[in-house]
């Protein structure tokens, strides 16, 4: 590096309280302020550095802003979570393939606020339940008492949805893939589901179908007394099919993004867990569910609920 000798002397530009001052480097003494060079004069083995007054407060605001942007980044910054040993997910081996879950992007509304229920309300629900299971065996081998969706069921029966009992019914029906929801009263009402048919147990899913059929209805009863209503609006001739389709119709949208909710939150961990391989493109699991209600009926539902009033109005025409 280039310098001068040792000899000579090394004077520093500094700040005071009073300004900028000067202060030879071989004195030990006051700084003097009174001088009005701008300059730093380095001799000795240091360079020669030449900093105006206007550079040197440049340089200052650089500090402060990049001190200003640091600050800002600390506080904008997540807190690190420290999961402890009893906190750490554990993900067991499976000895089949993973479910797939890839295509489940959309945002789902959360499965209802926590109620309060009574202890009777509790063994109401699972009294509903455990006779579910006796009348289709076919339901048996998925869940125990204890597990989330073995709670979560119960406490629907219990009215955690409805906010009143949901009762089993153990009625037949045609096809084994279709469930139905029987409003009483705007605060009761009924579910059932049908028999494994001769076609439907030729799916090797049709067990878990089913329970996706279950897992529907009892998310479509959190809609009893809207459906309550209409049913009365129908038979009084109050509504006409257009406006019948579009409310029963985004109702029960509202039930299979609820269902979707139930898989990805309580039955596909829970299969997970149990090694047990869950069919995660079952219609009803909500994979491939439309993100709004238009597209869902554009896919051919208008005609289906546009048939399902027909009936009903005749129904109630007829009494």
Known sequence: MRGSSTGESRIFRIPTREGWGIRDGSSRGPVDTSGHSSTYSVSGKLPSLELTQGTTMQIRRMFAVFCCLLFAGCLSREPRQHLTPQSSPT??????PET????????VPPLI??????KSSLQWGEKQLVQMLHDRPALQGFIQKGDPVWTWVVRQFAGEGLGGKVEWCNLPMDDSSEGETIPETKTSAHILIGYPSAKSMRDKFYREHLWATAIYELNNVQSVPEFFTLRIAINDHKINQEGWINRVGRLEYLALRRTKYTYLNLWAPLMKS?????????????????????KWMNKGYYKVYSNMYKGIYKDSTAK
């Open 91 to 96: 993900i067991p081996r499976l000895s089949v």
């Open 100 to 107: 797939p879950l890839s295509g489940f992007a959309l945002p």
């Open 113 to 118: 606020v926590k109620k309060s229920l009574t």
């Open 274 to 294: 149990r090694g047990i391989f869950s069919n995660s493109d079952y219609y009803l699991w909500g994979k491939h569910l439309p993100d709004t209600y238009e």
